[in-house]
């Protein structure tokens, strides 16, 4: 993902540079020109040869100028599209993890911008699904301690009446019935 939305913002701002470009060069050549020969003409100067060294000079700086704006364009877009980025390709990876279980990880926030407040709002996010695992571990925990006594109670009066250690008697019935109703109710509420 990060290599080609990079990609894609750096031919951006190339197209945009390029784009300026054209437009400066075209002024220069139409409009500029004009400009200068009727200069030269109101101060009786032959346009002839001062245009054309007027047009070839505006040509190079025009060229060198374009040449140090791609430059630096490009360097400061770069250094820009990976500091957004990073943090972007960070939850990427991290989300990996997540899906997995493992919430022991977080994004580094490094800046108040926008990125800046998905990584913190992301790291929210890990945190409290971490809290929701450790709650339903914890219910899962308790919800098992809880049914386990009745079962217990059940499966020991059911071992005692086939042992012939308690009579199948109706208290004793009852005593299994009322267990039964109490892991019945456990699990409504669950």
Sequence with gaps: MRNRL??????????????????????TDYYAQDYFMSLMKNYDIDPTESHQMFIDSVHRYLIWGSIAAIFLS?????????????????????TSKVVSGDFSDQIPVTTRDEVGQLA????????????????????????AHELKTPLTNIQGYLEGIVDDVVPPSP??????QEESKRLGDLVSDM
């Excluded at 208290?171 to 299994?176: E, K, P, V």
């Design 6 to 27: 990079i990609y894609k913002l750096f031919a951006l701002n190339l197209l945009t540079i390029a784009f300026v470009v054209l437009i400066v060069w075209v002024a």
């Design 74 to 94: 490009s360097l400061f877009s770069f250094l820009i599209m990976r500091r957004i980025l990073n943090p972007l390709a960070q939850m990427t990876g991290l």
């Design 120 to 143: 913190r709002s992301f790291n929210r996010m890990i945190e409290g699904l971490a809290h929701l695992q450790k709650l339903r571990q914890t219910m899962i925990v308790d919800a």
């Design 171 to 176: 208290d004793t019935f009852r005593l299994l």
